[in-house]
C-alpha cells in the first residue's frame, strides 16, 4: 500500500465523518491573513484581547465579503516586549472580495479600509439608507466609520459623522432604538488602559482587567442626516461602568424595541432594557444575565441569541473563560442557566472560550454551537469544541467527528459566520492570536433542506435590523432576530439561516419588522435565498 494511502484511511480512522464536518479551505481560498499584536511575545492586556471579523456584501454581487481586523506595533512604550525590527508593510485590516467559488481577492488597499491603528473589532449596516453597506471598526485610540461609495471604495466619515468614541472600543452592535428607521450605534469600551502600569505577579504574565478603572459605553442617535449624536448620558447608558467585550442588540422581552447586552469582563454584564422613551434600564442582575453559573463575575466574552427549544423565544448564549453561560427564558424577561444540564459545562470548561457561532450547521432543524477556544494570559493554544443540537435543549459532543480542523489546536479569538459559497450550509472564518486565520468550510452531507432570508427595509431600516423572522416548516416555527453584532468582536453575513430538516418547503415565512409591519409568504419552497421587501 502507498504511504500516502495509508495515511488517508489513518486519518479517516481517528476523525470518522460525523453529521456535521469542516474542512480548511484557507489555502484554495486565497485568503493570507496573519494577525499581529505588535510585539514579540504576548505583554498586555491590549495585545492579548484579540481582533474579530464580519461578513458583509460591500459590492452588492449577492456574496458575502470578509474584513479581518488587526492589531498593529504602537508607539514607543505601549509594548512591554516591542518587535527588534518593524515589518516592511504595516500590519493593517483587511478586506477580502469573494469572487465566487471559493476564492477571495485581497481589495484593501483600493477599497481604503485598511485603517491606521491598533483595531479590535468590526460590524457593517446601511447607516444612511442608501443601499450599501458601510463599515465601523474599533479599536484602541478611536471607532472609524467607512461609508460606502458604492464604486468598491470607502470613505473616512468619522468626523463629519460625528463620532468620537475614544478610549479603547471594543465590541459593538447597530441598532435602531427609537424605531425611526435609522440604525443607531452602541459602541463597547473595555477599559482605562495604561501602558506604564505593569504590577502584578509572575504568573499572570500582565496586569489583568482589574488592575485598570472601568469604562462607560457611548450610544449614539443616528440622526437621519449622516450624522449622529451622543446621547448616552441622556439615555442613561453613561451611568454604567464596565469592563465590555463583546455585545448584541436584540429585542429581549417581547415588546418589539431592541435591548442591549453588554458581555463585561470579570465585571457583572450588563442588559440595558429599552423603555421606549429614549432610556434604558439595566436590569441584569434581576433578569439572571449578569453573573456565572455561581453567582460569580467570570471572562464574559461573546454574547449570541437563539430559539433554542422552538417555543418563539430567545436563548442566551455567552462564551467565557470557565464554563460558558447557556441561559434559557424561565419567565417574563427571566432567564435560567441550563449550560450543565445541556451536556455543555463539563466538556467546554477546560478551554478558554472566545467566538461562538450558534447555527444549524447540519440543517437538521436544530441549531449548534461550534466554539473557539484559546489561552487567556498565555499564548496556549487549544482545539475547538462543535455541540451538535439534539433537541430538548440538550447537545452532542460532536468535535472529534466534525473533521481534523477542530483538532488544530490555536490561540483563537474572535470568529464569524456566513454561507460565503451560498450552498446553504454555514461556514465560518476564525481569527487566532499572533498567528494566521482560517476559513473553515462546511462540508457537512446535504441530506436535509434549509432557507435563507434576505431583509429590505423601506419604512424600516434598509436591513431591516431589528426584524422578527418566523419560519414554519413541517409544523414546527423557529424564530430568528435580524442582528448587527454578536459573537466575541464580530459580525455574521446579514442574511437570516433556518435548517429545515426534512421539510421541503416552509409553509409560512412571517416577518415583523421594526416599523410594527407584519408580512406573512406561503408555501415558501427549501433550499434557496430569498429576498423579503417590507411592504
Not at 447607516?127 to 471598526?137: A, E
Not at 432594557?273 to 453559573?293: H, I, P, R, S
Not at 432570508?453 to 419604512?459: A, H, V
Amino acid at each position: 500500500m502507498k504511504p500516502w494511502i495509508l495515511g488517508v484511511l489513518l486519518a479517516a480512522a481517528e476523525h470518522p465523518a460525523g453529521p456535521i464536518r469542516f474542512e480548511d479551505a484557507t489555502a484554495p481560498s486565497g485568503i493570507q491573513f496573519t494577525q499581529t499584536f505588535g510585539a514579540e511575545r504576548l505583554g498586555s492586556l491590549l495585545e492579548s484581547t484579540g481582533t474579530g471579523c464580519a461578513w458583509l456584501d460591500y459590492n452588492h454581487d449577492g456574496l458575502p465579503d470578509l474584513y479581518v481586523v488587526n492589531g498593529r506595533p504602537l508607539e514607543k512604550g505601549m509594548h512591554p516586549y516591542p518587535l527588534r525590527k518593524p515589518p516592511a508593510v504595516p500590519a493593517h485590516n483587511h478586506l477580502y472580495r469573494n469572487d465566487g467559488h471559493g476564492k477571495f481577492t485581497d481589495v484593501t488597499e483600493q477599497a481604503g479600509v485598511a485603517g491606521e491603528g491598533f483595531g479590535t473589532a468590526a460590524i457593517a449596516a446601511d447607516y444612511d439608507n442608501d443601499g450599501r453597506v458601510d463599515l465601523l471598526v474599533t479599536g484602541y485610540g478611536r471607532a472609524t466609520l467607512y461609508r460606502n461609495k458604492g464604486d468598491g471604495t470607502f470613505e473616512d466619515v468619522t468626523a463629519k459623522a460625528g463620532l468620537k468614541a475614544g478610549g479603547w472600543s471594543i465590541g459593538s452592535a447597530w441598532l435602531d432604538y427609537d424605531r425611526d428607521g435609522c440604525v443607531d450605534l452602541f459602541v463597547g469600551r473595555y477599559v482605562k488602559f495604561d501602558p506604564n502600569y505593569r504590577a502584578y505577579y509572575a504568573a499572570d504574565n500582565y496586569p489583568g482587567p482589574l488592575d485598570y478603572e472601568g469604562e462607560t459605553n457611548v450610544l449614539y442617535r443616528n440622526n437621519c442626516d449622516g450624522t449622529f449624536s451622543d446621547v448616552s448620558q441622556k439615555s442613561g447608558i453613561a451611568a454604567f461602568t464596565g469592563r465590555a467585550m463583546g455585545v448584541t442588540a436584540a429585542d429581549f422581552d417581547g415588546d418589539g424595541c431592541p435591548d442591549i447586552y453588554v458581555a463585561n469582563d470579570k465585571t457583572e454584564s450588563f442588559l440595558f432594557l429599552n423603555q421606549k422613551n429614549g432610556t434604558f434600564k439595566e436590569v441584569a442582575g434581576a433578569a439572571g444575565v449578569a453573573y456565572g453559573q455561581s453567582g460569580e463575575n467570570t471572562s464574559a466574552m461573546g454574547p449570541v441569541l437563539f430559539d433554542l427549544q422552538h417555543d418563539g423565544r430567545m436563548t442566551l448564549w455567552v462564551s467565557d473563560s470557565k464554563y460558558n453561560r447557556l441561559l434559557d427564558p424561565a419567565g417574563p424577561l427571566r432567564f435560567k442557566d441550563i449550560t450543565e444540564s445541556a451536556g455543555i459545562s463539563q466538556l467546554a470548561a477546560q478551554y478558554t472560550s472566545w467566538g461562538t457561532g450558534v447555527y444549524d450547521f447540519d440543517n437538521d432543524g436544530w441549531d449548534d454551537i461550534l466554539i473557539i477556544h484559546g489561552g487567556l494570559i498565555h499564548m496556549v493554544p487549544q482545539e475547538h469544541s462543535l455541540f451538535r443540537g439534539v433537541g430538548g435543549g440538550r447537545f452532542a459532543d460532536v468535535s472529534s467527528s466534525a473533521g481534523p480542523i477542530l483538532d488544530v489546536k490555536t490561540v483563537g479569538r474572535g470568529a464569524c459566520f456566513a454561507d460565503y459559497d451560498n450552498d446553504g450550509r454555514v461556514d465560518a472564518f476564525v481569527v487566532n492570536l499572533g498567528g494566521p486565520g482560517s476559513l473553515w468550510h462546511n462540508v457537512s452531507p446535504a441530506s436535509n433542506h434549509w432557507l435563507t432570508i434576505k431583509l429590505t427595509g423601506t419604512r424600516s431600516n434598509r436591513d431591516g435590523i431589528g426584524a422578527k423572522v418566523e419560519v414554519i416548516s413541517g409544523g414546527v416555527q423557529r424564530l430568528s432576530q435580524r442582528v448587527a453584532g454578536s459573537g466575541y468582536l464580530s459580525q455574521d453575513d446579514g442574511r437570516l439561516h433556518f435548517g429545515l430538516g426534512g421539510a421541503a418547503k416552509a409553509e409560512q415565512v412571517i416577518v415583523t419588522w421594526p416599523s410594527g409591519a407584519r408580512q406573512t409568504l406561503q408555501n415558501i419552497s427549501a433550499d434557496r435565498e430569498i429576498e423579503v421587501r417590507e411592504k
